[in-house]
Antibody, heavy 118, light 109 residues
């Protein structure tokens, strides 16, 4: 059973870079699966940020593509999100997620709230 | 880009009622449509995948149907523990891309 746990700062200043990490247990990232990030602003709906395949191929939401980088660290069995030039609109609960194939998201982290504020 | 229109945005129903939520895609997405349940403070939980397949362990009162552009999610007999927000989600394979509906908040009347 894949288990995911997000970690990172809960407060980021405007114009800075948001950085989060998702630790994976129960499965080796290098074995396969898609690994990604989904966010949810307070009181609002879900937005897919992007995904990375275990091979390193990345896929991003076109609306965020210029600011997003997702990477994998197989040695630590974790993957990461970097979102640059953040504004208050990036305040959200950020979930890491995974699935064996493109399609339904089978596994979710518990989510971590990131607030963008000075 | 494919847009997903989910309705209604909120719904109040009584225990035992049949509840229906719809999701419409802006173009044909075949059966590339999933349904999730999200309870307050929790991550979404997959209920239905590929339009009509019940995820393992999910009660049979939940069901999904549709293909192309029009999809329906049904709870056959509403239970108190079904109070949550429900989301549809479409996906593209090439390249991988996901879009969620706006959500339907379900409350007990």
């Amino acid at each position: 059973q894949v288990q995911l746990q997000e970690s990172g700062p809960g407060l980021v200043k405007p114009s800075e870079t948001l950085s989060l990490t998702c630790a994976v247990s129960g499965y080796s990232i290098s074995s396969g699966y898609y690994w990604g990030w989904i966010r949810q602003p307070p009181g609002k709906g879900l937005e897919w940020i992007g995904s990375i395949y275990h091979s390193g191929s990345t896929y991003y939401n076109p609306s965020l593509k210029s600011r997003v980088t997702i990477s994998v660290d197989t040695s630590k069995n974790q993957f990461s999100l970097k979102l640059s030039s953040v504004t208050a609109a990036d305040t959200a609960v950020y979930y890491c997620a995974s699935s064996p194939i493109v399609g339904a998201v089978d596994y979710w982290g518990q989510g971590t709230l990131v607030t963008v504020s000075s | 880009d494919i847009q997903m229109t989910q309705s209604p945005s909120s719904l109040s129903a009584s225990v035992g009622d049949r509840v229906t939520i719809t999701c419409q895609a802006s173009q044909d997405i075949s059966n590339y449509l999933n349904w999730y349940q999200q309870k307050p403070g929790k991550a979404p939980k997959l209920l239905i995948y590929d339009a009509s397949n019940l995820e393992t362990g999910v009660p049979s009162r939940f069901s999904g149907s549709g293909s192309g552009t029009d999809f329906t999610f049904t709870i056959s007999s509403l239970q108190p523990e079904d109070i949550a927000t429900y989301y549809c989600q479409q996906y593209d394979n090439l390249p991988p891309r996901y879009t969620f509906g706006q959500g339907t908040k379900l409350e007990i009347k």
